[in-house]
Every structure is written in C-alpha cells, then in structure tokens.
C-alpha cells in the first residue's frame, strides 16, 4: 500500500530521531527501520557524548579534533559541532537524559586524544541513555509514526529530485512511501565487515543507493578501526571495550605483560601499535589490565563491560581481559554540506552515513552522537523552512516495482557496490591509507 508523509527520516539512531524531534507538530513525520527501532548503533554507545565545556577550551577541542583526523577535517564542520555542544546537551537533559554528575555539577570522562575530560557520560551506557529517552520523546509525539522492520530497497526520483522510497515491509510486501524530503538516517556499515562493533543489519544501504543513483560520495574508505574490543570466539557482533576505560586508567599489555604503548593516543595509531604487537607476540589479541582503576570505579562506570567480561570468563577487577582491534566507525559516507543537504535535491543525509567533513581521517572519540545531533537540526532547520511551499507530484510513473521483486539478489548487489567502492578509494589513496588491517 502506497503512503504519504511531509518528511520521510530513514533510520531511528540518535541523527534519525533528534532529527524527528526538531519538526513542528503539524508536519507529518515517518519514520523506517529495518529493525526494532531500537536496534541501531546509537544504543550502543559506551563511553559518551563530547561538550565544550568552557570556551577556554575551544582552541584545544578544535585542536584534538583536527588532530585526531589528519587535519583533513573540514574545519567549518567542525567549529559548528563544537560550538552547538552546549546547546544540544542541553536540549537532550530538557528531553530527560540523564548524565552523570559529581554532587549537582555535570561530570566529565576522557577518552584517547584528548587532552582534558570533556565527555558527558551516563555510566558505560551512554547510548541507552540518549536515545531511549530520544524514542520515549518521539513515541509520545502524535505526527511522527515509526514503522518497524521496514527496509528501503531504493528512492523514487524524477531524475533531480528525491520524491521518496521503495520499501520491503516487515510482510514482505513492497510498497512505495512518497515524500517531500527525505533524509537518510541509515548509520555506518559495520554489518559488510566479518568483525565490528556494528549491528549485523547496518550495512550502508545508504551508500549503496546514493551510489545508483549518481548522489555524491565521501572518502568512502574512510573506515575506522577500534582497538579494543573483546576477544572472543563466539560468532557476531563484536563487545567494544571503551576507550574511556583507558581514559581512567587501563593498560595494554603484550604477550609478556609489559606495556607497549601510550593508550591514549588517536584511535588509528593506537590500532596500529596494536596489531604490530600481536605480530611480534603471534597472538590473536593483547591484554588490557584495569588493575589502576579501583574496583569501586570499575562497578559504578562500567557496570555493562564488567558484567560482559564476566560473561566471556574474564574477570577485570581481578586479570587482564584480552583485547583485539574491530571495524568500528565510518567516517566517509555521502557528501552533504553544513546543513546535512546532499547533491540530490531534496534529499538530505545525517549521522554516521553523511560526511560533512567533521571527522577528517579519523573520528575523535566521542564526537559522533553529538555531530549526528547537530547536524541532524540543522537539516531539519533547513526542510522547515521549504515544507510549506513543497506539494506532492505524481509518483506512480516513476517507479516500476517488478524490479524489486528479488530482495536477496538487490541486498547482495548494494553489498557488493559498497565494497567495491572502498576498494576504489583505498587504491585512490595508496600509500596514504590506514585501514589496511582489513577486519
Ligand atoms: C559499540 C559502539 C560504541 C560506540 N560508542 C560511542 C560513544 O561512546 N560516543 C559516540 O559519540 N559514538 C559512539 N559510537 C558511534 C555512535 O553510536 C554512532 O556513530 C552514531 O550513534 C550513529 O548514529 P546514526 O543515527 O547515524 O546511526 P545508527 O544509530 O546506526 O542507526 C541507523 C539506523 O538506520 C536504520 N537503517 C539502516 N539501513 C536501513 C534501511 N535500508 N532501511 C531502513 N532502515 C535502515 C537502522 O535500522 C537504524 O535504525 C559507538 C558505536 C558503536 C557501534
């Protein structure tokens, strides 16, 4: 059955609904996902959201920002996510986030490359936190509907314009949603990649359809790996240990206990350290001891990776737990500018399958709920201001659905576009890439 809607979000992570939220209550809003919608990557997150906690610490947010990405970061990006920080923690503790505070003050975590705390947290399950309070806000919302278990299979276009999608219901059925904007919410592409920290079902659809349909694209190479996740020899998504964890203290150790190196350095390198390692050593993983933090510290902050690790048989209170590097993030995606809008008109692209630029090379912990948030308003800023002069055109000729009958066959060749994209850009930038370590 076909439907209507004024905006069309794809994706129900932290850009997908913040982006919802922003919308009056007389615009009609639908919302797909392929799964439950609160399966996405946004749940995950562990250590927390970055914020600009005075201005005395611009000139190094900005800095370890750039720094962490090669400085191939587009700093106009970057100097609106960090100068929105405030406002959007602010506008999520209005929605009810509750971030942990030291007696009524907000507290602050650190994470690899930064140079002070500077990450509002709430315990290891920051991502719970945002956006469970962000569904709760957006189920209570009467123009905004969720559609679960809702696959876009392809856009509808008139050849310039974005006029809605194709979508497999959670039945099976086909069926088109026609819209007058649409934005892609669609996260990363972890699910293409034998071990990440994604979902299995995020696999950069996104990228796959922007690339049919000629939508440009970004540093689609641009993958980054995390160092530390838990070794383990059960199939599937892999338990990221947070880099606050060595924020507050943990070591890496190799195969004879000795440290190896500075654990708070970008993600990249510290990757790198520690693959080199696990060849010197011919082991699959490293060690990391929280023998510095106190247990105390360890039950209160991280209550989640404690109790997976006890899980897997490791206890972290008492031994080192081992560790292994996992695809993680995607930093590339499809090219928008500040206000998230892509080269197709209007279709608008936000969080983790956008790139504005604000991560360069390689992302900066905890800077990516918070620039999936702010850009994510602002696009949804920019579609207000056109919603009321935009009608509805005729879609029916524009779409012959036979070509969608064989899902299985479309999945396997949107899978195969992306990865052979990446191939492309990495040959692009021989020499100069540092994803080698395919996961
Ligand atoms: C384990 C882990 C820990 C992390 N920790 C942090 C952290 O501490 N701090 C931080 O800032 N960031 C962290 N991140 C990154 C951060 O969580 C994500 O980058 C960010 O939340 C991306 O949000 P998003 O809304 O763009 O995408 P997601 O939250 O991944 O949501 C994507 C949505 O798109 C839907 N979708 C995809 N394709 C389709 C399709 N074809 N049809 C319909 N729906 C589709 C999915 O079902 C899902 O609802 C972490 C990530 C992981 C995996």
Redesign the pocket.
């Known amino acids: 059955m076909a439907k209507r809607t004024d905006v069309l979000i794809?994706?129900?992570?932290?850009?997908?609904l913040f982006c919802a939220l922003q919308f009056s209550k007389q615009t009609d809003v639908l919302m797909?996902?392929?799964?439950d919608?609160d399966?996405?990557?946004?749940?995950?997150?562990?250590?927390?959201?970055c914020m600009l906690r005075d201005e005395e610490d611009y000139e190094k947010y900005f800095e370890d920002t750039m720094r962490a990405g090669h400085y191939e970061n587009n700093k106009a990006s970057v100097e609106v996510m960090i100068r929105s920080s405030r406002d959007i923690a602010q506008e999520l503790i209005d929605y009810g986030v509750d971030f942990n505070r030291n007696g009524g003050e907000l507290a602050f975590t650190r994470e690899g490359g930064h140079s002070r705390p500077r990450i509002l947290f709430h315990e290891d399950a920051?991502?719970r936190e945002i956006?469970g309070t962000l569904l709760e806000n957006v189920r209570e919302r009467e123009n905004i509907a969720i559609l679960e278990h809702?696959?876009?299979l392809d856009i509808i276009t008139d050849g310039k314009k974005c006029c809605g999608i194709v979508v497999q219901g959670a039945d099976g059925e086909l069926c088109t949603v026609q819209a007058k904007y649409t934005v892609f919410?669609?996260?990363?592409l972890?699910g293409l990649f034998q071990h990440s920290?994604?979902?299995r079902?995020?696999?950069g659809?996104?990228i796959a359809i922007a690339k049919c349909h000629n939508i440009e694209l970004e540093h689609v190479d641009y993958i980054q790996i995390h160092p530390t996740t838990l070794y383990s020899e059960r199939p599937g998504r892999r338990f990221?240990i947070?880099e606050s964890v060595r924020g507050e203290g943990a070591v890496l150790l190799n195969k004879k206990k000795e440290r190896f190196c500075d654990e708070l350095l970008p993600r990249d390198i510290v990757t790198a350290e520690i693959k080199k390692q696990m060849e010197i050593d011919n082991m699959p993983y490293v060690w990391l001891s929280m023998e510095k933090i106190p247990k105390e510290e360890i039950e209160s902050h991280f209550p989640n990776i404690l109790k997976q690790c006890l899980e897997e048989g490791y206890d972290p209170t008492k031994e080192c737990i081992p560790v292994v590097p996992a695809q993680?993030?995607f930093m590339g995606g499809i090219k928008v500018n500040l206000f998230s809008r892509t080269s197709m008109e209007h279709l608008y692209a936000?969080?983790?399958?956008a790139c504005n630029g604000v991560h360069g090379k390689n992302r900066l912990?905890?800077?990516?709920?918070?620039e999936?948030m702010v850009f994510a308003k602002r696009a949804a800023s920019e579609i207000m201001k056109g919603i009321s002069e935009t009608g509805f055109i005729r879609i029916d000729n524009l779409v012959s659905m036979e070509q969608y009958l064989d899902v299985e066959g479309l999945k396997a060749k949107y899978k195969k576009i992306v990865l052979e994209e990446i191939e492309r850009e990495r040959k692009g930038h021989e020499g100069t890439s540092d994803i080698e370590g395919k996961c």
């Open positions: 794809v994706g129900t992570g932290a850009a997908g797909i996902t392929k799964e919608a399966k996405s990557d946004s749940y995950l997150a562990q250590g927390g959201m920051t991502g956006t809702a696959t876009m919410a669609c996260g990363g972890g920290t994604n979902f079902h995020i696999t659809d996104a990221l947070s993680h993030y936000v969080g983790e399958t912990a905890s800077n990516s709920l918070l999936s």
